[in-house]
């Protein structure tokens, strides 16, 4: 039977959304099981040739959002406003789904990424920040206030959105609504379970479930 090695922090955020590191030709194989249409990279750096050479002969279209947002400037940061927004605009665009989201490691500017999604799907703050630590080896507390404090009012939401979408959206507002009440009434809030994969660097022999 043949091996899939996903990616290193690989996950699925949703059906259709997936999340993992740096890609290596080990990686191919599970990728393309993916059936992926999309990917997403949010860092600046470039990947290497022999996986662009992928994506084109796999048909799977690249956007490099990190290199459109890079600055050579020393005020430059590697999340924005408007790479997040960017970003999430084209991930809840059910056209570009399967779609996978990236950055070197996996963890950072795509745990941003991930995190901004749940705010604006509704999610209280402890469950987002929760997900975005389990991914993470290295937490940076800018990352952290960049995911509470992010205006997701800045998004617009594409035409075409995902089945699920819905569904969570509502999910998140009515847990936060009822997080709201017991705090007035001086219970701790119920922290909502996140559905996501841990991260996996170990070569898995069989194919994902989209």
């Known amino acids: 039977m043949q091996q899939l090695c996903p990616a290193a922090s690989f996950g ?83 056209t570009t789904h399967p779609v996978c989201i990236n950055c070197t490691s996996g963890e950072q500017e795509t745990g941003v990424l991930v995190g901004c999604l749940r705010r604006l799907q509704g999610w209280n703050l402890t469950s987002t920040l929760h997900e975005y630590r389990r991914f993470t080896k290295h937490r940076r507390l800018f990352n952290e206030q960049f995911i509470e404090l992010f205006d997701v009012d800045l998004v617009t939401l594409p035409g075409a959105l995902p089945d699920w979408w819905a569904r969570r959206s509502l999910e998140g507002l009515a847990q936060r609504e009822l997080e709201e009440k017991a705090a007035a009434g001086g219970a701790l809030p119920q922290e909502t379970d996140a559905e996501i994969e841990p991260g996996r660097d170990a070569c898995l022999e069989r194919v994902p479930t989209q």
């Open 12 to 94: 699925r955020v949703e059906k259709g959304i997936y999340r993992h590191g740096s890609i290596h030709p080990i990686n191919f194989s599970f990728l393309h099981a993916l059936q992926l249409k999309t990917v997403v990279r949010l860092s600046p750096e470039a990947p290497a040739r022999v996986v662009l050479t992928f994506f084109k002969e796999s048909n799977i279209k690249f956007i490099h959002l990190g290199l459109k947002a890079y600055r050579a400037e020393s005020s430059w940061r590697r999340v924005t406003d408007d790479l997040i927004k960017e970003a999430l605009e084209i991930v809840l665009d059910v």
